[in-house]
T-cell receptor, first 109, second 117 residues
Framework: KNEVEQSPQNLTAQEGEFITINCSYSVGISALHWLQQHPGGGIVSLFMLSSGKKKHGRLIATINIQEKHSSLHITASHPRDSAVYICAVYLYNTDKLIFGTGTRLQVFP | GAVVSQHPSRVICKSGTSVKIECRSLDFQATTMFWYRQFPKQSLMLMATSNEGSKATYEQGVEKDKFLINHASLTLSTLTVTSAHPEDSSFYIC?????????????FGPGTRLTVL
């Protein structure tokens, strides 16, 4: 069993839909990253959070430390949101990142 | 800001040659950088941790003589793939650790796609 699990693995949506991607982890962490990777491209950090909720534009990330769970929400999805979204956690007291397997999102017009 | 660059973005080389990939933190100093490898449709795999002024720490199963890492300054780490073979073809991504008052965060480079013929 992976230490960081994401669901769903693949997600298709119609433009304008509200999207949720989930991340559960089984290790002690100091913080959690949500990352975005476009096809053939580099990785962009969307959020780093260790508690509560963060919002940036149409993106919202939440984390529940007690339940070891985080969600990434995209409101009013757009085809340009199509990418792989990766959840990664910083192992507690280390710099080591443990990555989830990613969620491949496709938003159709 | 926290910008990390990689060079080259794409490289094609012949089997047996060596390839050097550079990772630079453009607007901050990074005592620690990380090198990852990513296979198609898979997640990132940590290869090694690069520490400025000291030897890199390699993950289990990564050949240190094959993947040479040099972190000679606070803004530059290099990964040299020596005697490259087709199985070394992959997407290599670096990250640089930036220290904040509240903790550390990794910022990723755009990646280098290596194709060995």
């Amino acid at each position: 069993k992976n230490e960081v699990e994401q669901s769903p693995q693949n997600l298709t949506a119609q433009e304008g839909e509200f999207i949720t991607i989930n991340c559960s982890y089984s290790v002690g962490i100091s913080a959690l990253h949500w990352l975005q990777q476009h096809p053939g491209g580099g990785i962009v950090s969307l959020f780093m959070l260790s508690s509560g909720k963060k919002k940036h534009g149409r993106l919202i990330a939440t984390i529940n430390i007690q339940e070891k769970h985080s969600s990434l929400h995209i409101t009013a999805s757009h085809p340009r949101d199509s990418a792989v979204y990766i959840c990664a956690v910083y192992l507690y007291n280390t710099d080591k990142l443990i990555f989830g397997t990613g969620t491949r999102l496709q938003v159709f017009p | 800001g926290a910008v990390v660059s990689q060079h080259p973005s794409r490289v094609i080389c012949k089997s047996g040659t060596s390839v050097k990939i550079e990772c630079r933190s453009l607007d901050f100093q990074a005592t620690t950088m990380f090198w990852y490898r990513q296979f198609p449709k898979q997640s990132l795999m940590l290869m090694a941790t690069s520490n400025e002024g000291s030897k890199a720490t390699y993950e289990q199963g990564v050949e240190k003589d094959k993947f040479l890492i040099n972190h000679a300054s606070l803004t530059l780490s290099t990964l040299t793939v020596t005697s490259a073979h087709p199985e070394d073809s992959s997407f290599y991504i670096c990250s640089a650790r930036k220290e904040f008052r509240t903790g550390n965060e990794q910022f990723f480079g755009p990646g280098t796609r290596l194709t060995v013929l």
